[in-house]
């Protein structure tokens, strides 16, 4: 059984005020969510989260990291870097990094390689924009993100690799996948791994992410092939980002 995950991407939105109460006011509605919950933070604030979240079941994450592990790389953080302060996990090819930071297929599976070396858990984000779905080429860009990831890797590695699934056109827009569609990519992913692996595809967890929000939480996670969601805008509200944790 794949257990239900929720993992806040807070993006670059956090100070070291804001970052105290929205921990604790998750931490005080925990003891009523089932689902694993982890924060991923900017690289400033890890070190305040880790020790806000100590003694709780709340999970820290970052959210890029470089390829190497050390060097003359001005203004980067590696993956030994972020498991130093306590974070477990770490998000790697956002639409926003392949986007604006020009991260390739490629670069994401470095990134990939780096984190599991590491021993952290990459969150691998997939996804569309809305000139690939409107002409037709969601599977296409959607699998040629994943192949760059097993080729480099093998299948075995998505044994400690998380996916999300997040279409460009949904992220921060507002305008949410309905259950069907975001289902559809999700079966496709799930198919793409079985090809290769049934069991690691069966074990695999696939988030959905991309306007989710305490409205639509439900309906979308009680799709059998979304196993949980990567939250952006609500998951800098505590109240909204429990009531997703709690549709898990
Ligand atoms: P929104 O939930 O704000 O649409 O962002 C989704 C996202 O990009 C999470 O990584």
Redesign the pocket.
């Known amino acids: 059984m794949r257990k239900t995950i929720v ?1 806040g ?1 807070w ?1 670059m939105n956090a100070s070291k005020e804001s970052v105290d109460s929205l921990i604790k006011d998750i931490l005080s509605g925990m003891h009523e969510v089932s689902s694993d919950v982890i924060v ?1 933070a900017p690289f400033p604030y890890l070190s305040q989260v880790e020790a806000l979240i100590s003694n709780s079941n709340l999970m820290l994450g970052a959210q890029n990291l470089n390829v190497n592990s050390k060097g003359a790389f001005t203004g980067e953080v590696s993956a030994n870097m972020i498991k130093d302060f306590g974070a477990q996990h770490v ?1 790697v090819g ?3 990094r392949r986007s604006l930071y020009g991260e390739s297929s490629a670069i994401v599976a470095e990134k990939t390689k780096a984190s599991i070396d590491a021993g952290l858990t990459p969150i691998l ?1 997939v996804g569309e924009s809305l000139e690939d779905r409107e002409s037709g080429d969601t599977e296409i860009v959607v699998a040629e993100q994943l192949n760059a990831v097993i080729s480099l890797l093998g299948i075995e590695a998505f044994n400690g690799i998380i996916v ?1 699934y ?1 279409p460009v056109w ?5 305008l949410t996948a309905t259950p069907e569609q975001a289902q559809s990519v999700h079966l496709f992913i799930r198919n793409l791994l079985a090809a290769s692996d049934e069991s690691i595809a069966k074990n695999t967890s696939i988030l959905y ?5 305490a409205s639509n939480a439900a309906d979308l996670i009680s799709c059998p092939d979304i196993d949980g969601g ?6 800098l509200k505590a109240a909204d980002f429990l009531q997703i944790c709690k549709a898990g």
């Open positions: 993992a991407n993006k991923c998000i956002h639409s926003e984000c999300a997040e949904a992220i921060g827009t507002g992410g991309g306007s989710m929000n990567l939250i952006g805008g609500a998951a």
